[in-house]
């Protein structure tokens, strides 16, 4: 066997065990308890012909340009990766005389350069948006956020790069396994501080006032459920889009329930009520702490499949391991890594946001709640209730909104509740 056809082995076996350990992950840390096997639904019966058709139309577009930007960042990073062209391969070799502050400028610069050669096609996704009335954001307020994002991955990328050639000078062949530590750490940190350090840069945050109906609504619901809910904040979310949406962040004292704006002043009561129990489900669950131990599981063998690809493209270009020169290398591989093992991670993603719903059936008993909340979110968020099964389950990270209703339905069967189905 030639060398090459042993490293390509060597490769496939370290990916293949890595996306093993990444489904038994899965199972591991799926939501216990009995879930709601969704019943079979038409979506027909729940949206007008017109609306499926725009909504498929718009996300059609919007999925082809995400992808083509993945394949444009992956093109670019391939081209650096096997040192085209020279002048960039020299510039980041002379990088190489302080390896790890070095390292960090080429991170960030790579990080800039990555959301630069998309931004067209990021525009014009944007201008989709606003054609369609889900965007509102003017081109100078909409660049400004771009720029803010662009500067955050930037200062991240680069201190990922100086993590990352650290660890690869230290530890030549074993810097995989402390970095899979560093990278759990990195995950940890960013949960706990993204809510109060990061997102405030792009949104303003008020904690729900003392005595509205949606505050109530929230402690209710946590005192029915038996959930420490934290804080629960509205987002002014409706400056940059019409979008209905509501999340769970942070981890111990930043803790949150974040309510769109949107979404307080248009659902209804029932509407409120469906979506706030989805997320005390999280809250409950520990969903955030699940995800950071999914990722310290496949962590080891993900980086070990990340030092053998960017090894063999090192190894192709003449690029020393532990010289900035390499990082377009680490960079493919890690692409490359996490698009492969985000499927057994939007697997598990969709698996705890079906237990989440399920989690609000039983708080809320009402089915008819989450069936008009799910019609409601696809059609103002212009979402396509049953998309292709491809896209599913590469980057899926919720159920289907038909399976969502499905499940309403089998609740509905189960507890003999009424529900509507026309739209």
């Known amino acids: ?77 391939t081209g650096l990766a096997l040192g085209r062209p020279r002048a960039v391969r020299r510039a980041l070799e002379s990088l190489g005389r302080r390896p790890v502050a070095g390292a960090f400028a080429a991170g960030a610069g790579l990080a800039i ?53 650290a660890l690869v000078r230290r530890f030549p062949r074993g810097w995989w396994l402390p970095g899979a530590a560093v990278l759990v750490a990195y995950g940890a940190i960013l949960s706990w501080l993204a809510p109060v350090v990061l997102a405030p840069l792009f949104n303003r945050f008020d904690p729900l006032p003392e005595g509205s109906a949606a505050r109530a609504e929230v402690l209710e619901l946590g005192e029915r459920g038996g959930v420490d809910i934290g804080e629960v904040y509205r987002v002014d979310a409706s400056r940059r889009s019409t979008a209905l949406n509501a999340y769970v962040g942070g981890l111990g004292p930043t803790k949150r329930v974040v309510l769109y704006d949107n979404l307080i002043e248009q659902a209804e009561p029932s509407e409120l009520r469906s979506v706030v129990a989805h997320e005390l489900a999280h809250v409950a669950n520990d969903d955030i702490p699940r995800g950071l131990t999914f990722l310290a599981i496949v962590a080891p063998l993900g980086l070990l499949g990340v030092r053998e690809i960017a090894g063999a493209l090192g190894r192709r270009s003449g690029a020393d391991p532990a010289s900035p020169a390499s990082l377009p290398g680490y960079g493919l591989a890690i692409s490359l890594l996490v698009l492969v093992l985000n499927v057994p991670a939007n697997q598990l993603s969709r698996d705890v946001e079906a237990a989440a719903d399920t989690y609000a059936l039983e708080l809320t008993a009402d089915p008819q709640g989450l069936i008009d909340l799910q019609r409601r979110l696809a059609e103002r968020n212009l979402s396509d209730p049953d998309p292709p099964r491809a896209y599913t389950l590469l980057f899926g990270t919720h159920p289907p909104t038909v399976e969502r209703i499905g499940a309403a339905l089998a609740y509905e069967s189960r507890n003999d509740s009424t529900v509507s189905p026309s739209p």
């Open 1 to 77: 066997m030639r060398l090459s056809d042993s490293r390509g082995l060597r490769i496939g076996i370290v990916v293949v065990a890595a996306v093993v350990v990444a489904e038994g992950a899965v199972q591991l840390l799926g939501p216990g308890g009995a879930q709601i096997e969704p019943r079979a639904v038409d979506e027909g019966d729940f949206f007008e012909l017109g609306a499926l058709e725009r909504a498929r139309e718009y996300r059609g577009g919007q999925r082809l340009l995400m992808i083509g930007g993945l394949a444009l960042q992956a093109a670019a990073l």
């Open 113 to 165: 350069f990555l959301a630069v050669i998309v931004l067209p096609l990021d525009w014009w996704a944007h201008q989709r948006a606003v054609d369609v009335g889900l965007a509102t954001q003017s081109a100078g307020a909409w660049l400004l956020d771009v720029g803010k994002s662009t500067a955050i991955a930037a200062v991240f990328t680069g201190l990922g790069a100086a993590a990352l050639l």
